[in-house]
């Protein structure tokens, strides 16, 4: 893959869309076909519904976080300063009986990775900047455009399954697959909820199936990461074996070991990001292209496609403060629970219709007496404008002690629902004993 072409300098025309998305619009490059721009809104999205509140700032928030990580992919030395950290800590290599993950890990640190980010855009001028940021930072990507084909849908005698067969004969496409790297269990994990429903003897299955040798809990650390993998292009994402996850990827064994090591070290190079703003990184998910055998990283990366918490301790208790797209699915949880009930029965229909469930939900609200899309109160909304503040001046160095910005704001979304009276469903599934 080729990354040589990249434009200095483009012609924005952003008058018609080739893709709208509930957090960002895509456009195509005129006199440049291979790419496309990026251009992230302050829309927000949660439980696949579309985008329902706006947070002030949140779109430059998100692309120069964004440009920041992808910047750091590319880089040799931030991987060569991660294979320091992952020798000394010893764990994951110690795991990695095939030296794949050290193989992998050798190749970053001398050519970095590839990325489908090309640099972010001057809204005035148009120019590309690979490395840094403009003047004034935008909400503008440019990115190489990768085939996105999206599985068929078969129904028969009432069922319905997905077809595959087409990615085993393409190329340059983006793999149909979420990489869900999880370097511990958070109260709302979907691995946590599988787990909890299972039978004594099937929860030991599942841990060996994970690669993991101790019960789950909420709100503990794993001794080493571990990839959970969803369906992408299904209505609903649809977790599965690394089995399926193999045979639906087009990819050969060999390519696809590697794409799973390649997301297990991104997150690692991502942890060590956030925790220079005083973050922990639970889990994030990846999405990879394939170009022949190479592999690149695609996508998104903020705070829709990662859990990261301030860890505030407050009396007898740990409170896990998220900074990301986490925090809006609890506060609706806690605050409209009536709608967050529908929302999940529209899934359930979904699953067994295999209709979209948005057309379910819209349905319900119109006919069944489903409860109308709340709105978000302002005074939480400033909460989480804050925390894209912080995001903002850690990207520029403006924060002398950004650890104290982050947990100032963390006693505010604390504050607030302490205020609401909804304290103890927040602390259910925001927090723990202090150990």
Same mark, same amino acid.
């Given at each position: 893959?080729?990354?040589?072409?990249?434009?200095?300098?483009?012609?924005?025309?952003?008058?018609?869309?080739?893709?709208?998305?509930?957090?960002?619009?895509?456009?195509? %490059?005129?006199?440049?076909?291979?790419?496309?721009?990026?251009?992230?809104?302050?829309?927000?999205? %949660?439980?696949?519904?579309?985008?329902?509140?706006?947070?002030?700032?949140?779109?430059?928030?998100?692309?120069?976080?964004?440009?920041?990580?992808?910047?750091?992919?590319?880089?040799?030395?931030?991987?060569?300063?991660?294979?320091?950290?992952?020798?000394?800590?010893?764990?994951?290599?110690?795991?990695?009986?095939?030296?794949?993950?050290?193989?992998?890990?050798?190749?970053?640190?001398?050519?970095?990775?590839?990325?489908?980010?090309?640099?972010?855009?001057?809204?005035?001028?148009?120019?590309?900047?690979?490395?840094?940021?403009?003047?004034?930072?935008?909400?503008?990507?440019?990115?190489?455009?990768?085939?996105?084909?999206?599985?068929?849908?078969?129904?028969?005698?009432?069922?319905?399954?997905?077809?595959?067969?087409?990615?085993?004969?393409?190329?340059?496409?983006?793999?149909?697959?979420?990489?869900? %790297?999880?370097?511990?269990?958070?109260?709302?994990?979907?691995?946590?909820?599988?787990?909890?429903?299972?039978?004594?003897?099937?929860?030991?299955?599942?841990?060996?199936?994970?690669?993991?040798?101790?019960?789950?809990?909420?709100?503990?650390?794993?001794?080493?990461?571990?990839?959970?993998?969803?369906?992408?292009?299904?209505?609903?994402?649809?977790?599965?074996?690394?089995?399926?996850?193999?045979?639906?990827?087009?990819?050969?064994?060999?390519?696809?070991?590697?794409?799973?090591?390649?997301?297990?070290?991104?997150?690692?190079?991502?942890?060590?990001?956030?925790?220079?703003?005083?973050?922990?990184?639970?889990?994030?998910?990846?999405?990879?292209?394939?170009?022949?055998?190479?592999?690149?990283?695609?996508?998104?990366?903020?705070?829709?496609?990662?859990?990261?918490?301030?860890?505030?301790?407050?009396?007898?208790?740990?409170?896990?403060?998220?900074?990301?797209?986490?925090?809006?699915?609890?506060?609706?949880?806690?605050?409209?629970?009536?709608?967050?009930?529908?929302?999940?029965?529209?899934?359930?229909?979904?699953?067994?219709?295999?209709?979209?469930?948005?057309?379910?939900?819209?349905?319900?609200?119109?006919?069944?007496?489903?409860?109308?899309?709340?709105? %978000?109160?302002?005074?939480?909304?400033?909460?989480?404008?804050?925390?894209?503040?912080?995001?903002?001046?850690?990207?520029?160095?403006?924060?002398?002690?950004?650890?104290?910005?982050?947990?100032?704001?963390?006693?505010?979304?604390?504050?607030?629902?302490?205020?609401?009276?909804?304290?103890?469903?927040?602390?259910?599934?925001?927090?723990?004993?202090?150990?």
């Amino acid at each position: 893959m080729m990354m040589n072409d990249i434009p200095d300098k483009i012609t924005l025309e952003l008058d018609r869309p080739c893709y709208t998305g509930s957090v960002q619009r895509l456009y195509d %490059v005129p006199g440049h076909p291979g790419y496309l721009v990026s251009e992230t809104t302050a829309g927000g999205s %949660v439980f696949d519904v579309g985008a329902i509140f706006n947070i002030e700032g949140s779109d430059v928030g998100r692309a120069g976080f964004r440009h920041l990580v992808f910047q750091e992919l590319q880089k040799p030395e931030a991987w060569s300063a991660l294979a320091r950290e992952l020798s000394a800590e010893g764990e994951l290599l110690r795991r990695d009986e095939s030296g794949l993950v050290e193989k992998v890990l050798s190749g970053f640190s001398g050519n970095g990775a590839l990325t489908h980010h090309a640099g972010m855009i001057d809204r005035n001028s148009g120019r590309v900047h690979r490395r840094g940021f403009p003047p004034r930072p935008s909400n503008l990507t440019l990115i190489r455009k990768y085939r996105v084909e999206k599985p068929a849908l078969m129904k028969v005698l009432g069922w319905h399954f997905y077809d595959y067969e087409k990615y085993h004969h393409i190329d340059g496409y983006v793999i149909p697959l979420e990489y869900i %790297v999880r370097l511990g269990i958070t109260s709302g994990s979907s691995v946590l909820k599988k787990y909890n429903a299972l039978s004594e003897a099937h929860k030991k299955e599942y841990l060996n199936e994970l690669g993991l040798d101790r019960p789950l809990s909420p709100w503990s650390r794993f001794d080493y990461p571990v990839v959970d993998l969803t369906t992408k292009y299904e209505p609903e994402d649809r977790n599965i074996s690394r089995q399926e996850a193999a045979l639906i990827s087009g990819a050969d064994g060999d390519v696809f070991a590697r794409s799973m090591v390649m997301a297990v070290l991104g997150a690692c190079l991502l942890k060590r990001i956030f925790a220079g703003m005083g973050l922990f990184l639970w889990d994030m998910k990846w999405e990879i292209a394939r170009e022949g055998d190479a592999l690149v990283f695609v996508d998104t990366i903020d705070t829709d496609s990662v859990r990261v918490t301030f860890n505030l301790a407050s009396g007898d208790r740990m409170h896990f403060v998220h900074f990301n797209k986490q925090s809006m699915r609890d506060y609706y949880r806690i605050m409209h629970p009536e709608w967050y009930s529908a929302v999940n029965e529209a899934k359930k229909a979904a699953a067994r219709t295999g209709r979209p469930f948005t057309e379910i939900l819209a349905e319900g609200q119109e006919k069944s007496g489903y409860p109308p899309t709340p709105v %978000v109160d302002e005074r939480f909304l400033d909460i989480q404008k804050q925390k894209f503040s912080v995001i903002q001046a850690f990207i520029q160095g403006r924060y002398q002690d950004i650890r104290r910005e982050a947990g100032r704001i963390a006693r505010l979304e604390l504050d607030y629902y302490l205020a609401a009276g909804r304290k103890e469903e927040y602390e259910a599934l925001n927090s723990a004993p202090v150990s």
